[in-house]
């Protein structure tokens, strides 16, 4: 069932998503040569607790996975999502992908960037940027009346139309009430066809692209997914409200 929030409901998600876009804010500042993903971790997990908030995904399980360990995911390279941090150093030349949930008051909010460390290469960085684009182009399609696919679409055909290849894997999702609700949003998909959209929904849009082939696999700890020819990935994500008949990203500073 597709959920559709109240006033007062956005009001609680609208906070937390301020939250998430406070944190993925000061994390990419902090990105840099030399800093381990546990150290950015830990600066996300002391920033969400002095908002009175907390990292919704510390001790979150899913598919008879153990409970993830972090607060934020940090995944590099060739890693997609759910990457676990760690004392891995992250060094120039390195794509780190940051996804934060915090949940406040009961309610939650879904964000996250891919950030260049140091000088990246050329491919890195187009990918970035071809990531970061079919994000909006999914919004733009995040209208009453459109229906899910439209959003999946729109985001397929820019990442193929630049050489790039969609994660088919793993998906959008709604978000609000709980971390992950109906309806699930593809990267990929038929345009007019899906669930339709109404306003009062709110949706976590979340484009996963690799550089290579689009197939992914499980890594031993059963949380980070990597892209299985070891090419390089970037995720970009935000909460979006459809809002009289037009999105609204929640997920902004």
């Avoid at 193929?160 to 949003?185: M, Q, T, W």
């Avoid at 990929?188 to 290579?212: C, D, R, S």
Wanted: aromatic share 6%; hydrophobic share 40%.
């Amino acid at each position: 069932m597709i959920l559709i929030k109240s006033k007062k409901e956005i009001d609680y998600i609208r906070e937390s998503c301020k939250i998430v876009a406070e944190t993925l804010q000061l994390l990419k500042a902090k990105v840099r040569a030399g800093i381990t993903t546990l150290e950015l971790d830990r600066i996300a997990e002391d920033y969400i607790l002095s908002n009175n908030a907390k990292p919704a995904f510390k001790g979150y399980s899913q598919g008879g996975a153990p409970g993830y360990p972090g607060s934020i995911c940090t995944s590099v390279n060739e890693e997609v999502v759910h990457g676990i941090p760690g004392y891995r150093v992250l060094k120039d030349g390195d794509l780190i992908s940051i996804d934060i949930g915090v949940v406040k008051d009961g309610y939650f909010g879904d964000a996250a960037l891919s950030v260049a460390v140091g000088e990246v290469d050329d491919e890195k960085k187009r990918l970035m940027e071809v990531t970061e684009r079919s994000l909006y182009l999914g919004i733009e399609q995040a209208i009453e009346g459109n229906r899910v696919h439209d959003i999946s679409f729109a985001v397929q055909q820019y990442v193929e139309a630049n050489g790039f290849s969609i994660v088919r894997d793993l998906c959008g999702h709604g978000v609000g009430k709980y971390l992950h609700e109906e309806p699930s949003i593809p990267n990929f998909g038929k345009k007019g066809t899906g669930p339709k959209l109404k306003n009062g929904m709110t949706l976590a849009i979340e484009p996963m692209v690799n550089a290579g082939k689009y197939e992914v696999i499980t890594a031993d700890d059963k949380w980070t997914i990597l892209a299985a020819d070891g090419s390089a990935s970037a995720h970009f994500e935000h909460t979006i409200l459809i809002n009289k008949n037009k999105p609204e990203i929640l997920t902004i500073c």
